[in-house]
């Protein structure tokens, strides 16, 4: 199947500063791409889907400005956690898809605010 | 919208025996529906996935689940399970019209005990 990698695995960071995850398609090109958080055991929430080149579309609930996504080319997108704080911690994943495809997930990042 | 239901959170089974985790889904359309794997602290794998035909999908690992619309059910099922099975699996679903944006259940944690 195709290949998504996320960048880093895991990341801890100080309160107030910002992180930015990276989400790859190795061997293909994502016209989609979805991010998802999971609570330490709870399941994954859809958090936003981004287009390539258009702005992300965010769920209910999602705060668009602590949470910035940036779907610039059709291989990588990003997630910056803005100005973090510890109920920020969390698993956060994406899966990206291509036109008409099923959707593949990255392994994940862990995030730890302190 | 779609909604899928685990009932059971938490499922201690012995090893060799086998296993059933249940899924329950709700759709006012067509849907797909999907099984993935989450080992501790890694992202997720698909295991198997419906998407049309033969109602009894195999996936891997030796797992395999049928879907049944009369019931809305997707249930996952292995004869023999491994100490390698421990993880957490989540059933999810997509419809048919947008199948990249996937809703997850809230995630059954199988226990395999030696």
């Known amino acids: 199947g195709a290949v998504v990698s996320q960048h880093p695995s895991w990341v801890i960071c100080k309160s107030g500063t910002s992180v930015k995850i990276e989400c790859r398609s190795l061997?293909?090109?994502?016209?989609?791409m979805f991010w998802y958080r999971q609570f330490p055991k709870q399941s994954l929430m859809l958090m936003a889907t981004?287009?390539?080149?258009?702005?992300?579309?965010?769920e209910q609930g999602v705060e668009k400005d602590k949470f910035l996504i940036n779907h610039a080319s059709l291989t990588l997108s990003t997630l910056t956690v803005t100005s973090a704080h510890p109920e920020d911690s969390s698993f956060y994943i994406c899966?990206?898809?291509?036109?008409?495809?099923?959707?593949?997930f990255g392994q994940g990042t862990r995030l730890t605010v302190v | 919208a779609q909604s899928v239901t685990q009932l059971d959170s938490q499922v201690p089974v012995f090893e060799e025996a086998p296993v059933e985790l249940r899924c329950n889904y709700s759709s006012s359309v067509s849907v797909y529906l999907f099984w993935y794997v989450q080992y501790p602290n890694q992202g997720l794998q698909l295991l198997l996935k419906?998407?049309?035909?033969?109602?009894l999908v195999k996936g891997i690992n030796g797992f395999e689940a049928e879907f049944n619309k009369s019931q809305t059910s997707f249930h996952l099922r292995k004869p023999s399970v491994h100490i390698s099975d421990t993880a957490e699996y989540f059933c999810?679903?997509?419809?048919?019209?947008?199948?990249?944006?996937?809703?997850f259940g809230t995630g059954t944690k199988l226990q395999v005990i030696p």
């Open positions: 419906y998407l049309s035909g033969s109602t």
């Open positions: 061997d293909f090109q994502a016209t989609t």
């Open positions: 899966s990206a898809s291509w036109e008409g495809g099923l959707a593949f």
């Open positions: 999810a679903v997509s419809d048919q019209g947008g199948y990249q944006k996937v809703t």
């Open positions: 981004s287009n390539e080149g258009s702005k992300a579309t965010y």
